[in-house]
T-cell receptor, first 112, second 114 residues
Framework: GQQLNQSPQSMFIQEGEDVSMNCTSS?????WLWYKQDPGEGPVLLIA???AGELTSNGRLTAQFGITRKDSFLNISASIPSDVGIYFC????????????WGAGTKLIIKP | EPEVTQTPSHQVTQMGQEVILRCVPI?????FYWYRQILGQKVEFLVS????????KSEIFDDQFSVERPDGSNFTLKIRSTKLEDSAMYFC????????????FGPGTRLTVL
């Protein structure tokens, strides 16, 4: 089945550092979403991308939808303690109105 | 801001028992979804629902699972005879309409099957 390959699996960074994570796939997506999940809670939408090449920011977060519609990255600038959590990419397949395909998540841990 | 709500937040049940997980999607949304997430793993799609019928379902969504929209506000997931491996977080999501609308997720129900 379709898969999203998300990397890295986890990141240990210092507060104030920039963070970068990405997702790739062999499938074409018409929508690409980045979610953050805190322990015991549901995923919360951070950024939604709809157009190939689209670059979108949400505060310190920036995400881009790849030109081929098969990949995306998420950057977090100047990380702060509340950025800790698991970040998931999720894609909605081209010609599909239904399920989201999810990456395995990137766990962000900030060293004090 | 409107949000998806789910009840209960935590359900503990004995293997073989039936459970019903409840969701109230955002009021003007038209597409509804159930996903599950086994502890420490990725989110997995179960089923999507539109216009009072199932639009798509995954291999996980076998005959033990069913969904219903019994009234204009609730969207339920029923597991007829729970198994140990059904223990997971179950997330409901809803979407307004159209292929570019995003899915908004509820806080989840943690199901523990003993």
């Amino acid at each position: 089945g379709q898969q999203l390959n998300q990397s890295p699996q986890s990141m240990f960074i210092q507060e104030g550092e920039d963070v970068s994570m990405n997702c790739t796939s062999s499938s074409i997506f018409n929508t690409w979403l980045w979610y953050k999940q805190d322990p015991g809670e549901g995923p919360v939408l951070l950024i939604a991308l709809y157009k190939a090449g689209e670059l979108t920011s949400n505060g310190r977060l920036t995400a881009q939808f790849g030109i081929t519609r098969k990949d995306s990255f998420l950057n977090i600038s100047a990380s702060i303690p509340s950025d800790v959590g698991i970040y998931f990419c999720a894609g909605q397949l081209k010609d599909s109105n239904y399920q989201l395909i999810w990456g395995a998540g990137t766990k962000l841990i900030i060293k004090p | 801001e409107p949000e998806v709500t789910q009840t209960p937040s935590h359900q503990v049940t004995q293997m073989g028992q039936e459970v019903i997980l409840r969701c109230v999607p955002i009021s003007n949304h038209l597409y509804f979804y159930w996903y599950r997430q086994i502890l420490g793993q990725k989110v997995e799609f179960l089923v999507s629902f539109y216009n009072n019928e199932i639009s798509e379902k995954s291999e996980i969504f076998d005959d033990q699972f069913s969904v219903e929209r019994p009234d204009g506000s609730n969207f339920t997931l029923k597991i007829r005879s729970t198994k140990l491996e059904d223990s997971a977080m179950y997330f409901c999501a809803s979407k307004l309409a159209g292929s570019t609308d995003t899915q908004y997720f509820g806080p989840g129900t943690r199901l523990t099957v003993l």
